[in-house]
């Protein structure tokens, strides 16, 4: 019986030099990721947990504890008016209720929808810890450098959830290069 000689892994190098380079999994939570915060900076998708049921739960114990409350004393008082306004806030924070569950189910669907395509971008790139850039190895899927705010722009538009960035969040108004932005 013979055997194969092991072969060592395969460095992979950025452009810029380095060697001092993890896929983005990795990255996100090696040494020094949670001070350069790449966790949210290199996130693959919005990463919804399905707490919609969740929502509905706090939503009808407040709708019962306010618009209850409220019904609940119109009736102890003698006063309509309270019971009515109960029974309308009541209705009101359940309506609201139901958007935010609605919200939360289709955001959840597109993220599943669009993880395949995610994972197509995501899986295969590299980030370099010298140059603070994400690249991928042999131009593919894509070629050149990018900021990691750039790179999460990419992905996530990619995948279907782009309008799902927060306000807050730099790679909502990230600048992706030309060869990215398709043509119109």
Partial sequence: MTTEPVQPPVRVACD?????????EAARTHKGAMRKELYSRLAKGPEKSGDGCLHFVEGVVISLAAGGGLAYMGVDQDKPLYVLGGVVLAALILAGTLFVVRDDSRE?????????RADQLWRPAHYCAACESVFCPGGRPWAG??????????????????????????????VLPDRFVPEP
């Fill in 108 to 116: 959840k669907a597109a993220e599943q929808a669009g993880e395949a």
């Fill in 16 to 24: 810029c030099g380095s060697t001092d380079v993890r896929t983005v």
């Fill in 145 to 174: 450098r990018l900021t990691p705010e750039q790179f999460k722009k990419l992905v996530w538009t990619r995948a279907g959830y782009g309008d799902q960035l927060a306000p807050g969040d730099k790679a909502k108004d990230a």
